[in-house]
């Protein structure tokens, strides 16, 4: 039995944002692995919990739920095979500072470094960049202790790594990652403001290309595209366009995705290089981007249905800017895990920052997801959605084979929880 002092009575919790509170009886703070081996052989019922900044209840549960804060913060680098072993606990700002002190980088970050590694990749988190996957194509192996409580390695050989890279929690408890890293590089941001939907409806690809990362900020109505971040690395040649011919204004001074924000937690911008883990994200890693006010929802659909996308969701654009603070656009390249929201097509991401109006978004989410319809769009794992479990089976192809899996490797429904009952039956 684990010890006492590594499990405790769950009190009122919530997730970051607030707009769920967790039901779990109790939740465990193992300190090992072999403490948390014999936590799951032991327990009927568990749920891993990350850095909480899922909004929807994939990580909630009526039973246990488990944090990996407590483990051992490993980070190991193999220089020969380019691969970083990550313990599961560790944020993507810890793993960045690790990575680059040994003079190695990861091919991308998401726009907010503070989330866990494995949480991000179990979700199909993503950062931006047309020949940019998710955070879980780097994943070439990872350590998972299973329903018996034995740790089984699933390596870069075995075919069901495409099944474990964005897993839901449903299989197991990962406790390591193993990452492809590369040598470390620098990044310079720029952000400009105000481009035409005439500009977007012609050039989207073109203007999505002309960085190694770049991101577009809306909110679907008349005034266009609000702002435009473009990331570059000083190694790479990638496409220029000329934004400002285009009618855009370069900042003159930091300026938030959420206007009105304080800019003092924006990485630097204003093409001033500096480290790839200083730049790709938007939020840097020693701030607190909000006060967690705020529920987010995002879709993804084929790129090569980005324009007539945009031009759907500007149908609606009036009828949900009241709960809308902002929409970002990104381009993500296609994945090979299963349930990654890109897998199997080059994608476009619409993300969407809403106020924490829970009544209002669950109106505004089936308007967003009827203009989308047309074009198969795929929820974010961990992020609001009116989405049916038909639905969800319908966009995301492999979803039957996942449930199969899971059933299999763990039969007794060990890691189930009421999320996971819903979506995978």
Do not use: C
């Given at each position: 039995?684990?010890?006492?002092?590594?499990?405790?009575?769950?009190?009122?919790?919530?997730?970051?944002?607030?707009?769920?509170?967790?039901?779990?009886?109790?939740?465990?703070?193992?300190t090992s692995v072999d403490d948390l081996q014999r936590l799951v052989a032991s327990t009927p019922r568990l749920t891993a919990l990350g850095s909480r900044h899922s909004f929807n209840t994939?990580?909630?549960?009526?039973?246990?739920?488990?944090?990996?804060?407590?483990?051992?913060?490993?980070?190991?680098?193999?220089?020969?095979?380019?691969?970083?072993?990550?313990?599961?606990?560790?944020?993507?700002?810890?793993?960045?500072?690790?990575?680059?002190?040994?003079?190695?980088?990861?091919?991308?970050?998401?726009?907010?470094?503070?989330?866990?590694?494995?949480?991000?990749?179990?979700?199909?988190?993503?950062?931006?960049?047309?020949?940019?996957?998710?955070?879980?194509?780097?994943?070439?192996?990872?350590?998972?202790?299973?329903?018996?409580?034995?740790?089984?390695?699933?390596?870069?050989?075995?075919?069901?790594?495409?099944?474990?890279?964005?897993?839901?929690?449903?299989?197991?408890?990962?406790?390591?990652?193993?990452?492809?890293?590369?040598?470390?590089?620098?990044?310079?941001?720029?952000?400009?403001?105000?481009?035409?939907?005439?500009?977007?409806?012609?050039?989207?690809?073109?203007?999505?290309?002309?960085?190694?990362?770049?991101?577009?900020?809306?909110?679907?109505?008349?005034?266009?595209?609000?702002?435009?971040?473009?990331?570059?690395?000083?190694?790479?040649?990638?496409?220029?366009?000329?934004?400002?011919?285009?009618?855009?204004?370069?900042?003159?001074?930091?300026?938030?995705?959420?206007?009105?924000?304080?800019?003092?937690?924006?990485?630097?911008?204003?093409?001033?290089?500096?480290?790839?883990?200083?730049?790709?994200?938007?939020?840097?890693?020693?701030?607190?981007?909000?006060?967690?006010?705020?529920?987010?929802?995002?879709?993804?659909?084929?790129?090569?249905?980005?324009?007539?996308?945009?031009?759907?969701?500007?149908?609606?654009?009036?009828?949900?800017?009241?709960?809308?603070?902002?929409?970002?656009?990104?381009?993500?390249?296609?994945?090979?895990?299963?349930?990654?929201?890109?897998?199997?097509?080059?994608?476009?991401?619409?993300?969407?920052?809403?106020?924490?109006?829970?009544?209002?978004?669950?109106?505004?989410?089936?308007?967003?997801?009827?203009?989308?319809?047309?074009?198969?769009?795929?929820?974010?794992?961990?992020?609001?959605?009116?989405?049916?479990?038909?639905?969800?089976?319908?966009?995301?192809?492999?979803?039957?084979?996942?449930?199969?899996?899971?059933?299999?490797?763990?039969?007794?429904?060990?890691?189930?929880?009421?999320?996971?009952?819903?979506?995978?039956?």
């Amino acid at each position: 039995m684990i010890d006492d002092d590594t499990t405790t009575a769950a009190h009122t919790r919530t997730n970051w944002a607030g707009n769920v509170t967790y039901s779990a009886s109790r939740l465990a703070e193992p300190t090992s692995v072999d403490d948390l081996q014999r936590l799951v052989a032991s327990t009927p019922r568990l749920t891993a919990l990350g850095s909480r900044h899922s909004f929807n209840t994939i990580a909630d549960t009526d039973a246990v739920q488990v944090t990996l804060t407590g483990l051992p913060p490993e980070l190991d680098v193999d220089s020969d095979r380019r691969v970083a072993r990550v313990a599961a606990g560790l944020t993507h700002a810890q793993v960045a500072v690790g990575l680059e002190a040994r003079g190695w980088a990861l091919a991308n970050l998401a726009s907010l470094p503070h989330i866990s590694v494995a949480g991000a990749v179990a979700t199909g988190t993503h950062g931006s960049g047309v020949g940019n996957a998710s955070l879980a194509q780097s994943v070439v192996g990872l350590e998972i202790v299973r329903a018996s409580g034995d740790v089984e390695v699933v390596g870069a050989d075995d075919p069901r790594l495409d099944a474990h890279r964005v897993a839901l929690g449903a299989l197991g408890v990962v406790v390591a990652v193993r990452l492809a890293v590369e040598p470390t590089y620098r990044v310079a941001q720029t952000v400009h403001t105000g481009l035409g939907w005439d500009v977007v409806d012609a050039q989207f690809e073109s203007i999505m290309s002309a960085g190694y990362s770049v991101s577009m900020f809306t909110g679907y109505t008349d005034d266009g595209i609000r702002q435009i971040w473009t990331k570059r690395r000083e190694d790479r040649d990638d496409a220029v366009i000329d934004l400002a011919a285009l009618g855009a204004v370069a900042g003159a001074e930091p300026i938030h995705p959420v206007p009105g924000s304080e800019t003092a937690g924006v990485t630097e911008q204003g093409g001033v290089p500096g480290p790839w883990h200083e730049r790709l994200p938007h939020f840097r890693s020693s701030f607190t981007p909000s006060a967690g006010e705020e529920i987010q929802a995002e879709y993804m659909v084929d790129a090569a249905d980005a324009v007539p996308a945009i031009q759907a969701l500007r149908r609606i654009g009036d009828a949900i800017a009241p709960v809308l603070f902002v929409s970002e656009i990104r381009r993500i390249a296609a994945d090979d895990a299963w349930l990654a929201p890109s897998s199997g097509r080059d994608s476009v991401a619409f993300h969407f920052t809403f106020r924490r109006q829970t009544e209002d978004v669950a109106v505004a989410l089936p308007l967003i997801e009827n203009a989308l319809a047309p074009f198969g769009p795929r929820p974010h794992w961990g992020k609001v959605a009116a989405a049916s479990p038909e639905r969800l089976h319908q966009v995301y192809p492999q979803l039957g084979a996942f449930a199969a899996l899971a059933r299999d490797l763990d039969p007794e429904g060990r890691f189930r929880n009421p999320f996971l009952d819903r979506v995978l039956g």
